[in-house]
């Protein structure tokens, strides 16, 4: 009975080896052997994802995903699960990554990995065109609109940990009296060019979304020149597929070293967000 036992005992060790060798490289694998990358990401967060003039989802994103999946040999898929639903994690094979400018939080990082960086955008703090108002500090005390959810959140909340090294260190020199949360990138900008003062006194976004909604002739500015912090944006996997991690890492390394970022962040952005400036 006790040899028969080791016997099982060894044969199910071997197994769970075998299975776990049969998993490693799994995603990376079913992408190579469908020919499909599958991609979540936003069609509502513009330049970075968006429905264009021919019902297409197109932006910064989807050009990134897009040669991503030239790289590899692969056709690319887009799906656009809600945010929440994709920071955390456990997929389930529902999707093969997260190109949709996902900052690499520590909490995230405990959840998900990040194969690597392929852009950096400045934070900003924006007003009103006809607020009176010149220097962010000024802001201390007054109602200011953020998405919910995200870095924008967690600064006002002085909880900003970024899983990085290579932006300037952050500093809190801003306390909202009252912080608005919002659902999407666009809600707190569209609050604030009601006016002045109407529902929010300012918002905290990224410089590239700010831009863009001030060339759909929002009435809105940045405070000053000042950056508020650097937001270092990465491609996003679940767990468990080193293999997939790693390719996506030298993919992303490539396409900094060649200019590839370069030249897509500036057709996006106007400006090469591919590095800290």
């Known amino acids: 009975m006790l040899r028969t036992t080791r016997v099982i005992t060894l044969a199910a060790t071997m197994s769970l080896l075998f299975v776990g060798a049969a998993n490693a490289g799994a995603v990376l694998d079913k992408i190579q052997d469908t020919k499909t990358m599958t991609v979540a990401t936003s069609a509502i967060w513009p330049p970075q994802g968006f429905i264009n003039d021919k019902n297409e989802i197109d932006g910064f994103d989807i050009d990134v995903s897009k040669e991503i999946a030239k790289r590899l040999g692969v056709e690319v898929k887009f799906i656009t699960p809600d945010w929440d639903v994709i920071t955390a994690g456990k997929w389930n094979g529902r999707w093969d990554m997260s190109v949709g400018s996902m900052t690499a939080t520590q909490s995230r990082a405990r959840i998900l990995d990040f194969p690597a960086t392929y852009y950096y955008v400045p934070y900003v703090f924006a007003v009103h065109k006809d607020s009176k108002l010149t220097d962010h500090k000024a802001l201390n005390g007054k109602t200011i609109g953020v998405e919910g959810g995200t870095t924008s959140e ?92 790693a390719k996506l890492g030298e993919i992303i390394t490539d396409m900094h070293k060649d200019g590839t970022l370069t030249k897509l962040s500036t057709k996006w952005y106007g400006v090469d967000y591919s590095t800290v400036k």
């Open 154 to 245: 967690d600064y006002l909340n002085e909880k900003l940990a970024i899983e990085t090294t290579d932006v300037p260190p952050v500093t809190y020199d801003v306390k909202a009296g009252k912080m608005k949360t919002y659902s999407g990138s666009l809600a707190p900008l569209d609050d604030l060019r009601l006016g002045d003062g109407v529902r929010l006194d300012a918002i905290l976004t990224q410089q590239s979304t700010l831009e863009a909604a001030i060339k759909k002739n929002y009435p809105l500015r940045a405070i000053d020149n000042d950056v508020v912090f650097y937001e270092p944006l990465a491609i996003a996997t679940d767990k468990g597929d080193p293999e997939l991690k």
